[in-house]
């Protein structure tokens, strides 16, 4: 039970305040000046999102995992993950970081000055000696990259020992190397003031001159680089804001450090945020006062070469040296044994498939395997060699984590949900968007493809653990801002009818399940995710017959399997199984109930009763005749799908063909633009449409063709077009279709006055219904039935004849779609057995055909011509 000051600030202080201050920070001001990295050190002080992370971590207990745990719990499992391993790169990067800067110490700030050339393993002069600290350091340091590969490595692996052998002993050597830290600043300090007492404020040369007899600073000059020189070389001369910035950020790193031992503290929602916000004050008041104080009393040319912090410090160099390089060695102990853990909290949650738990631990429970990939992944950092480098990319990845923190706190303040009750009061929203805004706008600053790159694997991740189904189910923000959406969207809808431009055909699809609750046709599934590609809405019903407090079992079980089977087939969409004692009166009630407010179905689905002439009983094709009633009454469009296990699976691709549409009835452009939607999908896309239309004798056909095309020309649909002439007697319609426009309409509009409908354009003009020029009276539109045996004989008459003509133009077609006549009106015909001969009518127009889709409008317009 750590109290504030062990638990949390300390641990803050040492991993903020590391090898960027004494290795780069001086370089910084050598090149920026002392007003430009002020500001740069301003501008990467981690405050606000302090102040963030303090509302999450004492809204409840916060486990092993840190940053990780907070984001996962307030954003979702995808965005934790995606968050969580970014983090646990960003703290394995840092590894990296520390033990090049512990090299870069011990090489260029130790043993060579000492002229202990058995350090260099690269071919340098024997008769070498750094007469100054000019540019010819940097040539020097340029020429040991592969040192420092190998130094590097070496200390990776002693590092990795050390933390394999036990946690403890790293644990024990965290006090030391944090009073090293501090005993080197103030070492820093005490030079500081020893200069300003022996030096006049205005001039910076004699500290030169002072510590540095042999070096003096008029000596600085540029050397004359080869190749291979180039980063350090760009570094020095042509340093530019955006990187600095990115190689300062990762000296502000580590204010989760309390955060992630919450386990272990007294009291973690009094202690993280004193503890964390102390920390970041401390630390950027440090930061700060180095920036003025080294650009006061050293010269700018000395500035720019690493580690002249040892040759302010009092009262010798060797206090910093050493303190600097014990420091860097401790901070990189504490990455490498907090990566390991980080990557084994993500892994015991099961959100990323591929990391298992098993894989990552071993039976005392420390992570050998994570620890493994921790020092491979370090080790890639190590080969790069290069600190300037590898400083960009750990800046990428703790602002990303920064980022979501601050969302997160945005997020929950700002839909204020029941749970949302942390005991740290000084926050607001305001303060955390703006951290999340100066974190994503310090991302691109420092190094936009860096950032591209890191939202590219952040993205890559949160879809693989969105694609392979995270069933966590922690009660996250998102899932309260999606209900907040929602709720808007629904009420948005609810406002205004949808407009014409944006109808869609959002499906109810009507399922019957055998006796083991399982669907009878699951290729109606496939067919409608063909339709829809995803798009809109879906509802996938079924009605149970009995009592619904002696199957409610039952109705579970049934929609868990429309569940599968909808996942099966890639359907998006919800499910539901209603129980009532009749299945009519059960289907009626959801073709009337189904959807909320706005989104709601406009296009119901269901098959075709195979059979129904085996059995002449009408209860066998009275529950079909009643769902096309139910759903004309709603005035939702009907799909009527005929042999549907001849229709191609979603993994079929047909590779030719044609899709049939024999426009008997305009009803409402349904026909028209379904078979575009079905060629959106893979599996029809390379079929062709043909629009097949009737025309009496006496009609222009040529003209009715010529109409035709102009029309589908204005509804940019591609069809071939075919007039069929019939005599009246064998005619489908009683009426020919009109299709010149009236005296004083439009070229344009196509509309005739035969259609009652109207809307308002764009431009605020009222306009007929386009599509009414096609709009041809019969028997099968009125809905109107003769009961009498002449009618009868006659339809089926017409039946026949249009059969031919239909299996002569489309016996190859891979799908023929027509209209589908409206069912008797009232129910008192069923006693005169009419139902059956209006089953037979459509039996025998459809006969001899392979796949049918029979097709009713909802009484509405769903395509139109204007833009």
């Known amino acids: 039970k750590m109290s504030t000051i062990m638990g949390v600030y300390l641990p803050c202080v040492q991993n903020i305040l590391g090898v960027i201050l004494f290795v780069r920070l001086t370089w910084i001001v050598g090149l920026a000046g002392i007003m430009e990295s002020f500001f740069i050190v301003l501008l990467c002080c981690t405050l606000l999102t302090s102040i963030s992370m303090s509302a999450i971590a004492t809204n409840g207990v916060v486990p092993a995992g840190g940053s990780y745990f907070m984001i996962s719990r307030a954003l979702g499992p995808e965005f934790g993950g995606a968050v969580g391993i970014l983090f646990y ?24 000055p000492m002229g202990n050339y058995s350090a260099q393993i690269t071919n340098l002069p024997l008769n070498y000696k750094l007469k100054t600290l000019n540019s010819d350091f940097i040539l020097t340091a340029a020429a040991l990259l592969n040192n420092f590969r190998v130094y590097g490595t070496c200390f990776l692996v002693l590092m990795s020992t050390l933390v394999f052998v036990g946690v403890k002993y790293v644990n024990k050597f965290a006090s030391l190397f944090l009073a090293c830290v501090v005993i080197s600043i103030l070492s820093i300090y005490a030079g500081v003031i020893e200069v300003s007492r022996t030096n006049p404020p205005s001039k910076k040369t004699p500290i030169t001159t002072d510590r540095l007899k042999d070096n003096p600073a008029a000596d600085v000059q540029p050397p004359e680089l080869g190749t291979g020189y180039r980063t350090w070389l760009v570094a020095d001369v042509s340093s530019s804001f955006t990187i600095l910035l990115a190689i300062f950020f990762p000296s502000v790193t580590g204010i989760m450090a309390g955060s992630n031992r919450s386990g272990d503290l007294a009291d973690a929602q009094r202690s993280i945020p004193k503890g964390t916000i102390g920390a970041v004050l401390t630390t950027a008041f ?13 010269d700018g040319a000395l500035l720019r070469n690493e580690l002249i912090v040892s040759i302010i410090a009092w009262p010798s160099k060797w206090v910093v040296l050493i303190g600097a390089f014990l420091s860097t060695v401790g901070a990189g102990l504490q ?33 050998t395997w994570a620890l493994l990939l921790t020092c491979f992944i370090s080790l890639i950092g190590i080969i790069i060699a290069d600190l300037d480098v590898v400083a960009p990319i750990i800046t990428m990845f703790f602002l990303m984590c920064y980022m979501f923190v601050n969302l997160a706190c945005a997020l929950q303040t700002l839909l204020n949900t029941p749970n949302w009750r942390p005991r740290f009061k000084f926050y607001h929203w305001t303060l955390s968007f703006v951290g999340m805004v100066m974190c994503i706008t310090l991302m691109f600053i420092s190094s936009w493809y860096y950032a591209l ?25 998102l899932r309260g801002l999606q209900l907040t959406t929602a709720r808007y969207a629904l009420l948005r809808l609810e406002s205004r009818p949808p407009h014409t431009k944006n109808w869609r055909p959002q499906l109810l699809v009507l399922l019957k399940v055998d006796e083991n609750l399982q669907p009878k046709h699951p290729q109606m599934l496939s067919f409608a995710q063909q339709l829809k590609a995803g798009k809109g809405l879906t509802i996938v019903s079924s009605v149970l017959q009995g009592n619904y407090l002696d199957s409610y079992p039952e109705a579970q079980a049934a929609e868990q399997e429309l569940k599968k089977a909808m996942e099966a087939n890639k359907v998006k969409g919800f499910q539901q199984v209603l129980v009532s004692q009749d299945v009519s009166q059960g289907l009626s009630s959801i073709i009337q109930t189904s959807g909320l407010g706005g989104l709601r179905h406009n296009t119901v689905m269901f098959g075709w009763p195979h059979g129904w002439r085996q059995n002449p009983d009408p209860k066998n094709y009275k529950v079909f005749l009643d769902a096309i009633r139910a759903s004309s009454a709603c005035h939702n469009a009907i799909l009527v799908p005929k042999n549907i296990s001849n229709f191609p699976s979603r993994n079929d691709k047909l590779e030719q063909g044609t899709i049939d549409v024999w ?66 007697t064998d005619q489908y319609t009683t009426e020919s279709p009109r299709v010149a426009p009236t005296d004083g309409e439009d070229t344009d509009s196509l509309v005739s006055s035969s259609s009652p409908e109207h809307h308002v354009d764009t431009n605020g003009k009222e306009v007929r219904s386009q599509a009414a020029a096609f709009h041809v009276k019969t028997f099968l539109d009125s809905g109107t039935y003769l009961i009498s045996q002449s009618t009868n004989v006659r339809r089926m ?71």
């Open 89 to 112: 790169l960003g703290t394995t990067f840092a590894s990296s970081m520390y033990i090049l800067g512990a090299v870069e110490i011990l090489l260029v700030s130790v043993m060579i």
């Open 286 to 298: 440090i930061y700060l006062s180095s920036v003025v104080f080294f650009g006061t009393v050293v």
């Open 335 to 367: 990455s490498l044994t907090g990566a390991p853990r980080l990557l084994q909290a993500i892994a015991k949650d099961n959100i990323i498939p591929f990391l298992k738990v098993r894989n990552l631990w071993k039976l005392n429970g420390d992570p």
């Open 453 to 477: 790159v890191a939202l590219v694997i952040a993205a890559g991740i949160y879809k693989y653990i969105e694609y392979c189904g995270a069933e966590k189910e922690w009660g996250d923000g």
């Open 663 to 728: 426009w008997v009835v305009h009803d409402g452009g349904l026909l028209m633009l379904l078979p575009f939607l079905l060629r959106q999908n893979k599996v029809w896309k390379n079929c062709k449409t043909r629009i097949f239309t009737v025309a009496q004798l006496e009609d222009n056909s040529i003209q009715m063709k010529k109409d035709l095309a102009v029309f589908l020309y204005h509804l940019r649909i591609d069809a071939e077009i075919e007039v069929i002439e019939m005599v009246k």
């Open 797 to 867: 008459h017409t039946a026949v004849k249009l059969n031919e003509v239909i299996v002569n133009k489309s016996h190859a077609a891979q799908l023929v779609i027509l209209n589908l006549p409206g069912p008797p009106k009232g129910s008192n015909d069923f006693v005169l057995n009419q139902p059956s001969v209006d089953m037979e009518f459509l039996e025998v127009l459809t006969e001899g055909l392979d796949r049918v889709l029979m097709v009713r409008g909802g009484g509405r317009e769903v395509i139109t011509i204007y833009s």
